[in-house]
């Protein structure tokens, strides 16, 4: 399969697991696939839109029929407009977006990658006798079931740095509700200190994800909405802002 044909799959769903990996390997590393995505997905916006007027065309010439018809203008006018409103809102938006958008499986399968150890470097050879050092061997082992009880048993276990690796690793054993509770006083944490620092930013990206997961959009596009408008927040920017395309 050539490799564009990947992106027209990703939009259809159809994406077998091994497919998805593939996917996600090269858009995170070919710049050129990467292109196309991006352009893909913005023509399938302008097709959006697009339908969208049409749809309101139609809207318009079934308000023209109902003025037409006497016992419907026997309504109160406001019930007509809220009508209007819900059937855009609720069909036409809804079609459009089942239609062109991809779900929220899917964009949590090719944004989410495990953010790797930094805290405590596994070097080939070495065996401290920590249990925050074998904690991290269990994480990038992707023993995450492992990891957990021994992040749950270092001296610290509330510490910022180690909840945050704990809630990736619930989110690996897909395990949301306990992630989401991990992630967010992090994400809501300031000036945090140590083997801490910078991970709230961190935080909010997987937060984001985690409620996408979730099927929460709301509370996704709040955290991604943070992200993209901070000036001084860095990480994962530019992917927020994709994402924050799909779901608004």
Do not use: C
């Not at 159809?14 to 858009?27: A, I, M, R, V, Y």
């Not at 090719?110 to 050879?125: E, L, W």
């Not at 074998?134 to 995450?144: G, L």
């Not at 909010?204 to 997961?213: D, H």
């Amino acid at each position: 399969m050539k490799n564009f044909e990947l992106i027209d799959r990703y939009f259809d769903n159809s994406l077998s697991p091994k497919e998805q990996l593939l996917f996600n390997d090269l858009l995170q590393n070919d710049l050129v696939f990467k292109n196309e995505f991006i352009f893909r997905k913005d023509l399938k916006k302008v097709i959006a839109v697009s339908q969208q007027e049409d749809l309101k065309t139609s809207l318009g010439k079934f308000e023209d029929k109902i003025q037409q018809n006497s016992r419907l203008m026997m309504l109160p006018k406001k019930w007509l407009v809220a009508a209007s409103v819900f059937i855009l809102a609720t069909i036409g938006l809804y079609s459009v977006k089942t239609e062109y958008f991809p779900s929220n499986e899917v964009i949590y399968e090719t944004y989410f990658q495990s953010f790797r150890n930094t805290i405590q470097p596994v070097v080939r050879g070495e065996n401290p006798n920590t249990i925050e050092y074998r904690a991290f061997v269990a994480y990038e082992a992707h023993d995450y079931y492992k990891a957990i009880n021994l992040f749950n048993s270092v001296a610290d276990p509330e510490a910022s740095y180690i909840n945050f690796y704990k809630g990736l690793s619930y989110m690996e054993i897909n395990k949301l509700s306990r992630a989401i509770e991990l992630l967010i006083p992090i994400a809501e944490a300031e000036n945090l200190k140590g083997k801490s620092v910078n991970f709230d930013e961190k935080a909010k990206w997987y937060l984001a994800l985690a409620y996408i997961k979730n099927n929460e959009d709301k509370k996704a596009i709040e955290e991604l909405s943070l992200i993209s408008n901070q000036p001084s927040h860095t990480y994962k920017k530019e992917e927020a802002l994709e994402v924050l395309a799909f779901l608004k």
